[in-house]
C-alpha cells in the first residue's frame, strides 16, 4: 500500500513540474521580445604612416632611424635623403648647413654622406624616440652620447665595420652606412625596434582642401650670403610636390637618381649663437617662433612650437595640418631673421 502511495506522489510532482514548465513557455512565447541594442558601424580604414600620413597597406611600427647627412659641396649628390619622411636643414657651423633625416614610413638601403653630431641633432632624436645615427660629434653632442641619453650608433667607433668609406670621395666626405648595418647596430645595442613614441603632426585626408590663398609656386631659403647654399622649391601642380634644388642644381639621389620631392615645405624662425672658434651653434629648438608654410603652391603665415621636443606647425593655438607626403624643414636664424632669409613668387 505504503510502494502504490509513494509512487502516486511521484506522478503528481511530475505532472506538476511540467505543467508549471509549459505554462513559463507559453507566457515567454506570448510576451515581446526585447531587441538587442544595435552595434556601431565600424568603417575599415587604413592605417597611416605618423610623420608622413600617407595610407598604407600594412601598419608600418617600425622605429624611426634618424641619421646626420652631410651637405658640404662635397658630399653632393647625396644617397638616401628621397626616403625621409622629414629633413629638417639647420647650421653645424657658421652658415654651413647639415641634414638630419627621419625615416620612418619607408627605410633607404644606405644613407650618406654621414656626418658628425650636434648636440641639438641628439635632442631631437631623443623627441622623435629614434635610432640615432652620426659619424662623430662636437663636444656637447659627445657627452650627451656617452651619458647613454638615446640610442645610437656612430663612425667614430665602427669606421671600416657598419660604417664604409667610399673611393670617390675623400674624408669626411665618403662615409655611408647601410640599413642592414643599421638593424645590425639596434641588435647589437639591444635596443627597441618598434616605434613607442607618438606622432604631433596632423594630415589632411583625401575630403579636405588646404585653405591657402595667396600663391607661392617658387621659394627660396638663403643661409647666409654663399650661394653654395640657396635651397629652391618648385611647385608642380600636376603632381602637387615640390621638387628642390641647391645652387640651381636639381637635389637628386647619387644611387637611383630619383630626384627630392616633398609635399610640405617649412621654415621655422629660431634663435641662434656662435659658440666657439669654429662656428659651432647653439639652437634654441624649445622655444618656438615665427614661421612660413608651403603646401599646394601656397603660403601661410604661421608659428611653431615645440611638443615635446619634436618641431610642429601651428595656428591660433591650434596644430597646422600638413599634406600628406614628405616634408622639409628649414630651421633660420632670428638673425638676419625669416623675412630676409626667405623669399617667394607666385
Known sequence: MKKWLFIFVFLLILVAVAGGFWLMKKEDSTSTPTPSPEQPVVKNTLPTTPFTGELMDLTTTGRPVMAVVNNHPDARPQTGLAEADIVIEMIAEFNITRFVALYQSEYPNKIGPIRSARDYFVELAIAYDAFFVAHGYSPDAREMLESGVVDHVNGMQYDGTLFQRSTDRIAPHNSYITMENITKAMKNAQTSTEYKGQSPYYFYDS?????????ALS???EYGTN???????L???????????V???????????????VSNVLVFEAQHETIDSKGRQSIDLSSGGEALLFQAGGVREIEWNSVNGMLVP?????????????TWIHIVPTVPGIEQSVSYTP
Open 235 to 245: 611647385y608642380n601642380g600636376q603632381s602637387q610636390l615640390y621638387s628642390r634644388s
Open 314 to 326: 601651428f595656428a591660433d593655438g591650434e596644430v597646422v595640418k600638413l599634406i600628406p607626403g614628405k
Open 219 to 221: 621659394v627660396r631659403v
Open 207 to 215: 575630403a579636405e582642401n588646404d585653405k591657402l590663398k595667396e600663391q
Open 227 to 233: 650661394k653654395l647654399f640657396y635651397s629652391d622649391f
Open 247 to 261: 645652387n640651381g642644381i636639381a637635389m637628386t639621389d647619387k644611387e637611383t637618381l630619383e630626384t627630392i620631392k
